[in-house]
């Protein structure tokens, strides 16, 4: 795989990289993870990442204001795909990746196995793109630029190495990414803990408000459209609420809807329990994730899309057991 990555790599003079929609932590970690590596090791290649628009939070990964947010019908020779696997994630962008003479998939995700790309590095056990991508590159030429990136990328999927994806060789890599002098400290404060009194408003209303489904075992929160605007704060403001959710005490999981278009939300689901498996969740519903951590997006009334969501959650129950309360 990394001998395949890297000729690759090497023989393109023209490279785009990609990612998915709403692009998160480990997103733009490897996507600026490899944006910088290239720029660092070869200046004569032109490459270019083209996302969506992401948090500012992000903002002190090099290379973040040097992102292209709108699509375009120029044909590179290589187009690498990162953290999902297939043009139905990558939104309006998905263009250049069929325009590319060649293209290389780095994934984690369970259901981008049926990748239609054959030329990739799909390890669902993983635990994030930023942790595959270390692997595929040269270590002598990381910087601590490019240790930041795919150290930002890591603590966002692994939810600051709590999530059952993190493995002894997720921290090894950790570590070795420390070795660069990265400022892994204010890394973790300001991309993951700190937010602003907006944002903070807002999470004490989600769960202020939430309820408790399938007898007291997962607990929902819900955001419309008009409660954002109210408190100023947008989509790219409010990721971590369903974290803040799961952490409630004795709960198997955590659903998270808010409002992206009128009567449409965007669904997150978090799982406390091995058996618990969200991805499969999603996937029922044409979304997608991880085992832990997975999301999808349902029309309806939160009333209407939270009972859905319960019967599917309920087949998972461990067999002879009942909701409780």
Not at 45 to 58: D, G, I
Request: hydrophobic share 35%.
């Amino acid at each position: 795989m990394k001998q395949e990555f890297l000729g690759m790599l090497e023989e393109a003079e023209t490279i785009c990289i990609l990612g998915h929609t709403n692009p998160d932590g480990d997103c733009l970690g490897a996507t600026l993870g490899l944006y910088n590596y290239i720029r660092r090791n070869y200046p004569e290649k032109e490459a270019s990442v083209y996302l969506m628009e992401a948090s500012r939070k992000f903002s002190y990964l090099p290379g973040f204001d040097e992102i292209l947010h709108r699509p375009s019908e120029r044909k590179y020779q290589l187009a690498f795909i990162l953290d999902c696997a297939g043009p139905e994630r990558l939104g309006d962008f998905h263009i250049l990746a069929e325009n590319a003479e060649e293209v290389y998939v780095v994934d984690h995700h369970k259901t981008s196995l049926s990748s239609p790309f054959s030329h990739r590095t799909i390890l669902p056990d993983a635990s994030s793109s930023c942790e595959l991508l270390y692997g595929l590159l040269d270590k002598e030429k990381l910087d601590r630029g490019i240790a930041s990136c795919l150290y930002t990328g890591i603590i966002h999927d692994t939810g600051v190495f709590k999530y059952s994806a993190t493995s002894p060789r997720t921290m090894e890599i950790a570590g070795k990414l420390m070795s660069y002098g990265i400022d892994f400290s204010n890394i973790i404060d300001d991309s993951f803990y700190l937010r602003s009194y907006a944002q903070q408003q807002v999470r004490a209303r989600v769960l202020m408000e939430s309820v408790l489904l399938l007898g007291g075992r997962v607990i929902a929160g819900v955001l419309r459209r008009k409660e954002m605007r109210f408190y100023g704060v947008n989509q790219k403001e409010i990721d971590g609420i369903v974290s803040d959710l799961r952490e409630t005490r004795g709960m198997d999981g955590a659903v998270f809807l808010y409002e992206v278009a009128d009567r449409v939300f965007k669904v997150s689901l978090r799982s406390s329990r091995s058996w618990l498996d969200v991805s499969e969740i999603c996937a029922f519903f044409g979304g997608g994730g991880h085992k832990m951590a997975a999301g999808c997006c349902l029309p309806g009334e939160p009333e209407e899309i939270l009972e859905k969501l319960s019967r599917e959650i309920e087949k998972q129950l461990p067999k002879g057991e009942r909701s409780r309360g």
